[in-house]
């Protein structure tokens, strides 16, 4: 069983930057990558980045050239990289790992809240 544990969110002024982490423990069976939702207040679940096993990213149209996914440690911790914040990044962010067919695993969640 694998556990995902987010941190790095808070509150930030609009154009600022937020790091988020998530740290993964335990056994993955056939992951494919890791990635990151989020789910802002009266919306749906959204992908905001994945990064595949061998490396490749996935962006939403909304954060590419703002946010960046990558990984260290072995590829046990993901990081999302976020720059030139906007209040409509606010939202509940959620680390997540793939399977063949999609997420299999959860974070917690962690709060971005974007101010104007």
């Known amino acids: 069983q694998v556990q995902l544990v987010e941190s790095g969110g808070g509150l930030v002024q609009a154009g600022g930057s937020l790091r988020l982490s998530c740290a993964a423990s335990g056994s993955i069976f056939r992951i494919s990558g890791m990635g990151w939702y989020r789910q802002a207040p009266g919306k749906q679940r959204e992908l905001v980045a994945r990064?595949?096993?061998?490396?490749?990213?996935n962006y939403a149209d909304s954060v590419k050239g703002r946010f960046t996914i990558s990984r260290d440690n072995g590829e046990n911790t993901v990081y999302l990289q976020m720059n030139s914040l906007k209040p409509e990044d606010t939202a509940v962010y959620y680390c997540?790992?793939?399977?063949?067919?999609?997420?299999?695993?959860w974070g917690q969640g962690i709060q971005v809240t974007v101010s104007s």
């Open positions: 997540a790992v793939f399977g063949g067919l999609g997420p299999v695993g």
């Open positions: 990064i595949i096993s061998g490396g490749g990213t």
